[in-house]
Nanobody, 125 residues
Framework: QVHVAESGGGLVQAGGSLRLSCAVS????????MAWYRQAPGKDRELVAA???????NYADSVKGRFTISRDNAKNMAYLQMNRLKPEDTGVYYC???????????????????WGKGTLVTVSS
């Protein structure tokens, strides 16, 4: 069973920093892209940052220059370093892992996305 778990959320004042972690139990499958999403109260879930297995990354315009996504392939971990936090960064942050999963004994595979349950980040003004 593949399992994704986020940690590191909390309450921080505006201008402060937090570091989120995402741990993936891949059950022997290959992890491709890893991404962070967030959902603010009353709003849709939105992409914050994503990183490919080879390390290239992309960011939402609203977090460029403040957030940094990284990953440790040996540990099946992803991180989101968040600096200069703003009240509008408040929300539940979710990690999504995209895996190539072996589906039968012949070795057939398909790409599947797995989500964690989220970690709450609250930025006070």
């Amino acid at each position: 069973q593949v399992h994704v778990a986020e940690s590191g959320g909390g309450l921080v004042q505006a201008g402060g920093s937090l570091r989120l972690s995402c741990a993936v139990s891949a059950n022997g499958n290959s992890i491709n892209e890893m991404a962070w999403y967030r959902q603010a109260p009353g709003k849709d879930r939105e992409l914050v940052a994503a990183i490919a297995s080879v390390g290239n990354s992309n960011y939402a315009d609203s977090v460029k220059g403040r957030f940094t996504i990284s990953r440790d392939n040996a540990k099946n971990m992803a991180y989101l370093q968040m600096n200069r936090l703003k009240p509008e960064d408040t929300g539940v942050y979710y990690c999504k892992a995209s895996l190539t999963v072996i589906v039968n004994i012949e070795g057939a595979s398909r790409n599947m996305d797995y989500w964690g349950k989220g970690t709450l980040v609250t930025v006070s003004s």
